[in-house]
């Protein structure tokens, strides 16, 4: 690879980034059997920390007792390892890139605190809504649609729709 | 001392048709016995070839966590003990034949001599230090003026307990995962890997760590190559030994031993490393943690699933 301008503000062209996702999706599908997801993980470490610090309360909780509890494994399942792998993957894209650094990016009009809690709060509403969809943007939306799930767009527009709206009230906060 | 009486040498609890007598204190102490003899190897060579100058950390910093390492890696070999009060008899034979006997007696020459390497830098790294007694020391200049004479043995000492590390379990011959010779070069390999990445992290030269860096990825190719292997020695053997292999190929404990050991233990690490030499900035605290953690796991691995292999169905 060619260092041409390797201060942190080279990133890769949007369009091969979709290409390289989508190959990287379809050998998901090749290879494990099953699509990309995000949010899954999440909910599996979720289960499982609970199950590990209060048993009881997932044999109780008719959420939580689809994934953890009993024999069931929440921690070995491919979404779990496919994050390990997305962060390993991104660390080397930060080297390669030259942007291995640790900072909060914003707006200069908000504070790093002020970013920090809208994005809390933006996650805490994104992972009760995949919750509610059954998947995030990789596990409902990409994963759908790329087997032409109806459920797949839907989520697709609703996710969109909602991020264009949401964006252009809480505008001030970038612009 | 009470002996329980086996009528049948099946259905035995905690040994047939699945040992259950090794937890966490066997493969916590292998990893800190590996790293130890890994610093250990690294001090004493860099000593020897006239290097210390050059290689501060390797020789003189990362050297004074090891009789910590080992003090603790013995004291869970103690806590594993059935007859905790009996331990002394291993020092009361010797023999060639049982690897607890080379263990016990390497263990017993390389703390002591660890002990006198690191204290006879202590002064050098904390110059308020005061060893007050004349006779102490005359101790520190003998051994600071005769350094190389005691590199020697601890060079010698530190390959074979960090092939002991892997021969404890080899010993073993009901258990076809462990009973393989491959595991003592492998350990060995994979403790001088971890002693590597300790020293990467202790050190703050930039032409030190670029050398450790070089020395680490070399290692762990040579780890992989043993790790395919070990694997192929099995898969070429008889069915207990193709049992055995499968419980990594495909069986309950391929996910995490392919994901945290050779992944992201060794592969991952590694590609880091390169990028480093390629002069890509890259936060050294990352490869060496996850190699340390890859090493970790691998023993837990290899502990937990060697007690579930077996020759008799």
């Known amino acids: ?175 | 001392m009470k002996e329980e009486l086996f009528a049948s040498g099946r259905n035995i609890p905690n040994i047939d048709p699945y040992l259950n007598i090794w937890h966490w204190q066997i493969p916590g102490y292998l990893f800190l016995g590996g790293l130890a003899a890994g610093i250990l190897f690294f001090a004493s060579f860099f000593t020897i070839m006239g290097k210390e100058e050059k290689m501060q950390a390797t020789v003189k910093k990362a050297p004074m966590i090891v009789p910590f390492a080992l003090v603790l890696g013995l004291f869970f070999l103690f806590l594993d003990l059935k007859h905790k009060l009996y331990f002394w008899q291993l020092y009361t034979t010797v023999r060639i034949q049982s690897p607890m006997s080379w263990g016990a007696w390497v263990l017993m020459a390389i703390t002591p001599l660890s002990m006198v390497w690191a204290a006879s830098y202590v002064r050098e790294l904390f110059p308020k230090w005061d060893w007050k007694y004349n006779i102490l020391k005359k101790t520190e200049k003998w051994v600071i003026a005769n350094r190389i004479l005691l590199a020697w043995p601890l060079a010698i000492l530190s390959v074979i307990l960090g092939i002991y590390t892997g021969i404890l379990l080899s010993a073993f011959n009901a258990r076809p995962l462990w009973n393989t010779s491959i595991l003592g070069p492998l350990f060995l390999v994979s403790g001088m890997s971890t002693g590597a990445a300790v020293i990467m992290l202790m050190s703050k030269d930039h032409k030190e760590r670029k050398i450790m860096g070089r020395i680490d990825i070399l290692l762990i190719i040579v780890e992989l190559f043993f790790i395919i292997h070990l694997f192929m020695g099995f898969l070429a053997g008889s069915e207990v030994q193709v049992n055995a292999a499968n419980l990594f190929l495909g069986g309950k404990f391929t996910a995490p031993f392919f994901a945290f050991v050779v992944i992201l233990g060794l592969l991952f690490p590694a590609v880091l490393e390169i990028f480093e030499l390629k002069g890509y900035k890259v936060p050294i605290v990352v490869p060496a943690v996850l190699i340390l953690l890859g090493g970790l796991i691998f023993r837990f691995l290899m502990v937990e699933a060697g007690q579930i292999t077996r020759y008799l169905y």
């Open chain 1, 1 to 175: 690879m060619k260092k041409i301008k390797n201060d942190g503000s080279l990133y890769l062209n949007p369009y091969l980034g979709g290409v390289i996702l989508g190959t990287v999706l379809l050998l998901s599908f090749y290879i494990s059997g099953r699509g990309l997801g995000a949010s899954g993980a999440v909910k599996n470490t979720v289960a499982a920390t609970v199950n590990a610090v209060a048993p009881q309360h997932v044999e109780k909780s008719a959420y939580y007792c689809q994934f953890a509890g009993g024999d069931k494994e929440p921690m070995s399942n491919w979404l779990v390892y496919e994050v390990l792998g997305v962060l390993a993957g991104a660390f080397i894209s930060g080297i390669i890139f030259n942007r291995l650094k640790l900072k909060v990016e914003h707006s200069p009009k908000i504070t790093s605190r002020r970013r920090l809690i809208f994005a809390l709060l933006g996650g805490v509403l994104f992972g009760f809504g995949t919750q509610l969809a059954r998947g995030c943007t990789s596990g409902a939306a990409l994963s759908g649609m790329a087997v032409l799930s109806f459920g797949g767009y839907i989520t697709m527009i609703a996710i969109f729709g909602t991020a264009f709206i949401a964006a252009w009230v809480l505008r001030k906060n970038w612009i």
